[in-house]
């Protein structure tokens, strides 16, 4: 993930409070008041709570320890886990049958609820729009999850999409979709933006020319890439600062993009900008006066910061191995691991790289100390590593 800060102050009071997945049911509780829970649940019968079998699994996500359902059922025997994370032991059966029992909207409003609370830079004007990376990632999912199976580049795959909204204020995720691999990008994009949302998008999102009407009429702002092989009709130049020259922009103009007239877009700004290889052509609805041909670059530069959080996701929280193979499975285990990742950056007042994810984890099962954690937390001096003690 990224390198950006929340405004937050962590203290060394709040590491000595820190119950991530006590945290994590309490917002669940607030979530089950407001979305429901399936009947089954209420049975006098059923010993396996809905709380419970979400935090066991949010202990499998943060514990490297525990990676696989057997594992974590295991773990449930403990005196300590039953204390802390769920309230008696767990079956097989009952773990795997959880998944098809439980709505993944109960997880996306715990997810909401995190991401709103995720405090905002300080410096940010009143009225700054909130500027948003849009993108999808896939999971590798198992030969026998048929419901991922689709055939890509003339091989049939099973893979798992995430579709992600990324806020650039804290790299932290936004908003998510959870899918089978084929399912297109464009068509999960259109469910998640909001009127009044700005999105940066890659030259993916940049194929349909149409998509940039209904981002106009939606009231949706954005900066996207556009193919190399896009026709491109300039209708106007626009003049260039000193500041677009240093951000590398070679060009801007107002222009309509196809090659058929009849299908041809609406009115929008290209900026042309030169990197160390190529050539980016950025289309975007705002005029100059809101975004500078600069801006423009600038801001698409950063859209890095959503690859960093899949790196993330996938490398250093270590999202690879699936606990549950449902559909509804997969996207609990992928809500879950955006909660994570929320809970740790709300916690740090960071979001975690590889050395502190360690740190953490050493300190989840009781190796390493709350001082060295703390000392772990405190982010590097300005231009330079911190001090040998």
Avoid at 273 to 292: A, D, Y
């Amino acid at each position: 993930m990224g390198r950006k800060t929340t405004e937050r102050q962590i203290t060394q009071a709040d590491l000595s409070r820190w119950r991530l997945i006590e945290d994590f049911q309490k917002r669940l509780a607030q979530a089950v008041l407001e979305v429901g829970l399936h009947p089954t649940w209420t049975e006098p019968g059923r010993l396996l709570q809905s709380a419970d079998y979400l935090s066991l699994f949010l202990l499998g996500l943060l514990n490297p320890v525990v990676q696989t359902m057997r594992g974590l059922c295991a773990a449930s025997r403990l005196k300590r886990v039953q204390k802390e994370i769920c309230s008696r032991p767990v079956s097989l059966g009952s773990f795997s049958e959880a998944q098809h029992l439980l709505d993944p909207t109960l997880l996306a409003e715990v997810f909401g609820q995190l991401s709103r609370d995720l405090p905002r830079p300080a410096s940010a004007a009143p009225n700054a729009r909130r500027w948003l990376v849009q993108d999808g990632s896939l999971f590798e999912a198992l030969p026998r999850m048929h419901w991922a199976l689709w055939r890509r580049q003339g091989q049939t795959q099973a893979q798992v999409r995430l579709h992600l909204s990324l806020d650039l204020s804290t790299a932290s995720p936004a908003r998510a979709t959870i899918t089978a691999g084929k399912t297109c990008e464009r068509a999960a994009w259109r469910t998640q933006w909001q009127r009044g949302d700005a999105y940066v998008g890659d030259r993916y999102y940049g194929e349909d020319y149409q998509l940039f009407g209904e981002l106009e009429e939606a009231g949706v702002a954005f900066v996207v890439r556009l193919r190399d092989q896009g026709v491109i009709h300039v209708e106007a130049e626009l003049p260039l600062t000193e500041a677009d020259r240093q951000a590398k922009v070679m060009r801007s103009g107002w222009v309509r993009l196809g090659c058929n007239a009849r299908y041809r877009s609406r009115r929008l700004r290209v900026v042309w900008v030169q990197t160390e290889k190529e050539v980016l052509r950025l289309v975007t609805n705002l005029g100059p006066e809101e975004l500078s041909a600069g801006e423009v670059a600038l801001l698409y530069k950063e859209r890095w910061q959503i690859e960093l959080f899949f790196r993330w996701v996938k490398c250093i929280l270590g999202c690879r191995h699936w606990l549950a193979e449902s559909p509804r499975g997969a996207a609990l285990e992928l809500y879950l691991a955006l909660i994570a990742a929320l809970l740790l950056q709300l916690y740090t007042g960071r979001a975690p790289n590889r050395r502190l994810m360690e740190m953490i984890r050493w300190y989840l099962v009781g190796v390493a100390s709350l001082e060295e954690l703390w000392a772990a937390v405190q982010p590097e001096p300005a231009g330079g590593r911190r001090k040998k003690s």
